[in-house]
């Protein structure tokens, strides 16, 4: 039976990059190489801008130095994802997701854990994290992206 979970997080500034990476479970995959498990299932990310496109902790790292100082620099929803499902399953569901609430205007990272739960099955779960700036289609540098948005200077 699928257990419902949902959280939704506010990231404030310094928070993104290493949020992103914890995620992402960097720190892990250079440590156990591979020598042994985690429970990262899949991770990607889209949209993001010219200066952060092969890169997303580029990206949020930019957000946390350029971001205002009361600003958020990600959003985060934290959603269970059904044990009945496989990987393949998981991973679709999750971009159908993505497409129909972030849509390709939004910079965003994803992963998907799937740790073994207190019960000892699966726990499968996404990470999702996005910022809330548009892509508008101008180029802008990383200072200039986290700028609130002027019209006479866009």
């Given amino acids: 039976m ?3 979970r949902l ?3 506010v990231g404030k500034a310094g928070k993104a ?5 914890y995620i992402d479970r960097d720190e892990e995959k250079k440590l156990k190489q591979e020598q042994a498990e985690t429970d990262l299932e899949h991770s990607a990310y889209g949209n993001m801008p010219k200066w952060a496109e092969h890169n997303p902790i580029t990206f949020w790292q930019a957000a946390d130095l350029y971001e205002r100082k009361n600003g958020s620099t990600y959003r985060e929803y934290e959603i269970a994802l059904p ?3 496989n990987a393949e399953q998981r991973l679709e569901l999750v971009e159908d997701f993505i497409q129909s609430e972030i849509g390709s205007k939004y910079p965003y990272q ?3 854990h799937n ?3 207190m019960d000892g099955k699966d726990q499968p779960h996404v990470h999702l994290m996005f910022n809330e700036r548009l892509q508008d289609g101008i180029e802008r540098d990383p200072e200039q992206y986290f700028k609130r ?3 006479k200077n866009p």
Avoid: D, G
């Avoid at 990059?17 to 990476?21: G, I, L, M, T, V």
């Fill in 149 to 151: 948005y002027n019209s």
């Fill in 115 to 117: 740790p073994k739960a």
């Fill in 110 to 112: 994803f992963a998907i």
């Fill in 17 to 21: 990059a290493p949020h992103a990476e």
């Fill in 83 to 85: 044990r009945e499902m």
């Fill in 7 to 9: 959280s939704v997080k």
């Fill in 2 to 4: 699928a257990i419902a």
